[in-house]
């Protein structure tokens, strides 16, 4: 197994990706490979010690920065770290591929350069998604600001593929955001989603108010992406607002104070239970290789936890079995 | 002045709402008119002292229920206390009418017997939003799942008088919801109206995260009803789990329990920064009558706040305001 990261990706890059490779080095088996600027990777390598025979680097010259435009980026900065990891992925010269980089380019990268699964009309960018009462997965979270019926089916039952077989989650529940529990509900286009997916082999529950997502009802939440875009970010928001009103409170006075470090062991539990880099990254499901998301601000250990996760996406062949299911329900569907 | 209760509609009807309708009368001036079941009101209003001048009853003998189809509802039952009180708003028997029933029946009614302000294409529900930063009006929160951009447009123009002249926010800062902070980014749609905001006299701040609708950036944020309605559940959502998880980590042992009871004060002021029944419930713009929609599981606080706010409304001649914007901005769009 041969896992390529990105070092040239995310907020903290090349610092934290190289830590996060090192880091990674005790959870899988097989090769990391560090795809950019050769002396800074090399730099922050020499940080560590580490079984030398088992990293590897591919010197690029070019970064996508966030800043870019995702299409031209791809299609310019040829030798960027993000294009050559792509373009080897692809090749089948690694069997995965992390970044933490510009997540238009990934996503524009993952079509143009790897490309879909046969059958699989939109790609989703899945997330695993923290709430105090577990995980789940939230797909389409902005790969698809506009959706058909359709895609939302795709999208279920790659969801539940990777729920089923890279977290281990014994017959997923799949659920669909909208804007009450009664069938019928929602958008024409959520209406006929709710249709397809009862109509499905998927373990669908129905519909999933916004209200009830931290509740975590499903295993799999399907959504377009603009609305899984606003909920991964509002919850986001949302807990940050709470945690630092809580940590004002915290701090008003002395004996609050005092509170807070008797409490510290919990407070930092209840933090814990909301730590995105915990569950290693937002996979884009749909496209020919392992192609993996890790969120901007990521630290080391997110990017080990980015890569343990890629290998047990590549070792459990979702990529293969999401091509045979989208492949069967394909040909049910051949009046379309 | 006459405000308008619809004494059957909530959780707790009509113990509430009786009690809301009697808080009131030190808040505003006028009659309050409570609509419903004239034992069950009367025995309701028994328990207080209060001039009886100010409150009238207008018994009717039907409920439109939670689970009663809206527009069945709305036309068949004519005696319900939903129904009659919006008849009486249209006639101008009373100023405004406030229900916290059937939010489906309350805005079919609404645009059914009442109807909308010409010019207005779809009115919206909206929602005065409550954040650890101050309070934001959202707009749409679930009247119109789907919306082209003109109602986007319109949403901004009718929240921002809304917020001037009932919530007193001098040049009010319009924002719509979006998926990235740049020009053209989400759906076609969303682009659109992006360009619609711009071009218009409003105070358009451009696009808002959802990341950052916690932070108020904007004093009105449009979105369509789906968006909407997810921003408002979610956030109660992920604002009751922390709620709950903060209670458990304080009632965990001896000294958080009694850390607790110090930061009482504390706590209560967090709970009480994301109150939504200080704000008076979610008015319907674009209807010619005063109708304010309050949270299902509104207190007499809560109702007493929406009659304060539904004051406010009717004395600041918000319909006349909004109508003479509407078409201003129709004569401009003729080529439409």
Redesign the interface.
Known sequence: MRIGIDAMGGDHAPVETVKGAVMALDAVAGTIVLFGFEDQIKAELKKYTYDQSRIEIVPTTEVVENEDKPVIAIKRKKDASMVVGLEQVRKGEIDAFISAGNTGALLAGGLLRVGRIRGVDRPALTTVFP???GMFILADV?AN??CKARNLLEFGIMGSIYAKDVLSIDNPKVGL?N?GTEEGK???M?SEAYQLLKESDLNFIGNV???????KQADVLVCD???G??????????????M???KG??M?NI??K??AV??KK??KA?KT?MDYTEYGGAPLLGVKAPIVKAHGSSNGKAFMNAIKYADKYVSNNIIEKISAQVLIDDEDEEQE
């Open positions: 709430t105090f009462k902005g600001a506009e955001v804007i929602g958008t024409p959520i108010e916004a209200r009830d997502i931290p509740e992406g603009f609305t875009n606003v909920i991964l970010k509002l919850t986001e928001g949302v807990a940050k607002s709470f630092s009103e809580i409170i915290f008003s004996i609050s005092l509170s008797i409490m919990n407070l209840l239970k």
